[in-house]
């Protein structure tokens, strides 16, 4: 890809990405500031779809194994 293409593919992800986040406070589910940088970062790394998704499984599951179980 040439430069002005590459800028413009992240013009357009950079859109997206604010558009899902007023989607997300709409539903009144916002993101919070450290999903932000988690998305950030994955931008900013050029983090792959299967890698963002794999870090966020992970995330995921860490948070369930540390729930407390109901009894």
Excluded: C, Y
Excluded at 34 to 43: I, L, R
Excluded at 48 to 60: G, K
């Amino acid at each position: 890809m040439n430069n002005e293409t590459d800028i413009e593919e992240k013009k357009a992800r950079e859109i997206r990405f604010r558009e899902a986040m007023h989607l997300q406070e709409i539903e009144g589910n916002p993101l919070t500031p450290d999903e932000v940088t988690m998305f950030e970062m994955f931008e900013r790394e050029g983090w792959s779809s299967e890698q963002r998704l794999e870090h966020i499984r992970q995330l995921v599951s860490d948070t369930s194994d540390a729930a407390p179980k109901a009894e």
